[in-house]
């Protein structure tokens, strides 16, 4: 959130990604983040406020035609798009995921690996039948199976 309030659109996204296949949770900073963006560089063009790059990606910048600083519009939506999607890829690239995608995926390279990580989080998300296992907040009150409702029942066991 800090890059993208230093007007840093595109690292923004480059650490909202790794943030999110850290803890999927944080799926909804993505979701604030895609909204500064889309307000920032195409609704209301240039009212985000212009970073200062310092060093050589100062000389990046003025090579590119201010890209980093001046730069707005739809381009800059697209740039950051493929920015999240190539480290989110670089990110996942190393662990067999493929192997938790199902077959008919499995054997595309890449694809293999979006597929297993889907797999992977859908599964551990139905691994649990309430809103929270840390029921340490209102969330314990809400649901389809309110932890509160659990706290007296001997079948009910978490693995914390």
């Known amino acids: 959130m800090l890059l993208l309030i230093e007007g840093w659109s595109e690292p923004a996204v480059a ?14 900073g993505l979701l604030v983040i895609g909204a500064v963006l889309l307000r920032r560089h195409l609704l ?8 200062s790059p310092p060093g050589w990606v100062a000389t990046l910048d003025q090579r590119i035609g201010g890209w980093f600083t001046r730069q707005q519009g ?4 697209v740039s950051s798009a493929v920015v999240g999607f190539v480290v989110g890829i670089v990110a996942i690239l190393p662990f067999d995921l493929p192997s938790q995608a199902p ?4 054997s595309i390279p890449v ?19 309430v809103l929270t296992v840390n029921a340490f907040n209102a969330w314990a009150f809400v ?15 978490l693995d914390l």
Request: glycine letters at 16%; charged letters at 10%; proline letters at 9%.
């Open 15 to 28: 650490v909202g990604v790794l943030a999110t296949l850290t803890k999927p949770q944080y799926a909804i």
């Open 44 to 51: 209301a063009r240039g009212t985000g406020p212009v970073p």
């Open 74 to 77: 739809v381009l800059r939506l």
């Open 103 to 106: 077959a008919g995926v499995a």
């Open 111 to 129: 694809l293999g690996s979006i597929a297993g990580l889907l797999s992977v989080v859908g599964s551990a998300a139905a691994y649990y039948a």
């Open 143 to 157: 649901g389809p199976e309110p932890l509160t409702g659990g706290i007296s029942d001997p079948n009910l066991v």
